[in-house]
C-alpha cells in the first residue's frame, strides 16, 4: 500500500528565503506527483504535476523534482514571500490503483515572516 | 468552466440525521473521488469512481454512501449523521488519462452535533 510523507511538518522561515519541502513516497510505481497549496479554510489549489517520466517542472518561482527510483520529491520556493504562508501537500498518482485516485501526504505548513 | 462544484459549503447536522453532499462537475472527467480531511490525518478516501454505473470503497467507507448514475454527478450520503463525520469533505476528478492531474473542489465543512 502506498504511503506518502512529508518533512517538516511545519516550517517557518524569513521572507525571501529560498527553501524546500519534502516528500517521499514507498511505492516507485507511480504516473505522477502533484503538488497542491492549500490556505487555511479553503479548498487545495494545484500548483505543479510532474510526470514520471519527469525530472523537474517549473511555474514562476516554484520549482518541483522528483526521483522516482529513490521515491522522493520537492518542491523549491524561491524568493519566499509572507503570500506563500499556506499548508502544501503532495499526492502520487500509481499503477497499483490504475490511476483512480490519489495518496496524499499530510502536508507541510509554511509561515513565511515578514 | 465551473470545473468541480460542490454543495453546500457549510452544514450542521444533528446526530442521526441524513443528508447528501453534492459534487458536481462539467469536464467530463471519468474519474470521481470523495476525501475527508481532519486535522492531524491529512486527506483520506472515502469513495471513489471510475465512470457512471461504477463505484468503490476507498480507506474510510463506513457511514457513506455513494452512487454514480451520470458522469458528471457523484453524490456522497451519510445515512445517519455521527459526531465522528465533522469534517471538510473534498470531492476531486481526473480525466482517465493518467498524464492528467485531478481538480478539487472547494470543499463542505461538515459540523455534526
Known amino acids: 500500500k502506498q504511503e506518502v510523507t512529508q518533512i517538516p511538518a511545519a516550517l517557518s522561515v524569513p521572507e525571501g528565503e529560498n527553501l524546500v519541502l519534502n516528500c517521499s513516497f514507498t511505492?516507485?510505481?507511480?504516473?505522477?506527483l502533484q503538488w497542491f497549496r492549500q490556505d487555511p479554510g479553503k479548498g487545495l489549489t494545484s500548483l505543479l504535476l510532474?510526470?514520471?517520466?519527469?525530472r523537474e517542472q517549473t511555474s514562476g518561482r516554484l520549482n518541483a523534482s522528483l526521483d522516482k527510483s529513490s521515491g522522493r520529491s520537492t518542491l523549491y520556493i524561491a524568493a519566499s514571500q509572507p503570500g506563500d504562508s499556506a499548508t502544501y501537500l503532495c499526492?502520487?498518482?500509481?499503477?497499483?490503483?490504475?490511476?483512480?485516485?490519489?495518496?496524499f501526504g499530510e502536508g507541510t505548513q509554511l509561515t513565511v515572516n515578514p | 468552466n465551473a470545473g468541480v462544484t460542490q454543495t453546500p459549503k457549510f452544514q450542521v447536522l444533528k446526530t442521526g440525521q441524513s443528508m447528501t453532499l453534492q459534487c458536481a462537475q462539467d469536464?467530463?472527467?471519468?474519474?470521481m473521488s470523495w476525501y475527508r480531511q481532519d486535522p492531524g490525518m491529512g486527506l483520506r478516501l472515502i469513495h471513489y469512481?471510475?465512470?457512471?454505473?461504477?463505484?468503490d470503497q476507498g480507506e474510510v467507507p463506513n457511514g457513506y454512501n455513494v452512487s454514480r448514475s451520470t458522469t458528471e454527478d457523484f453524490p456522497l450520503r451519510l445515512l445517519s449523521a455521527a459526531p465522528s463525520q465533522t469534517s471538510v469533505y473534498f470531492c476531486a476528478s481526473s480525466p482517465r488519462q493518467v498524464n492528467y492531474g485531478y481538480t478539487f473542489g472547494s470543499g463542505t465543512r461538515l459540523t455534526v452535533v
Open positions: 469512481s471510475v465512470g457512471a454505473g461504477i463505484t
Open positions: 511505492d516507485s510505481a507511480i504516473y505522477n
Open positions: 499526492a502520487v498518482r500509481d499503477r497499483e490503483t490504475s490511476g483512480s485516485r490519489l495518496t
Open positions: 469536464m467530463n472527467h471519468e474519474y
Open positions: 510532474i510526470q514520471s517520466s519527469q
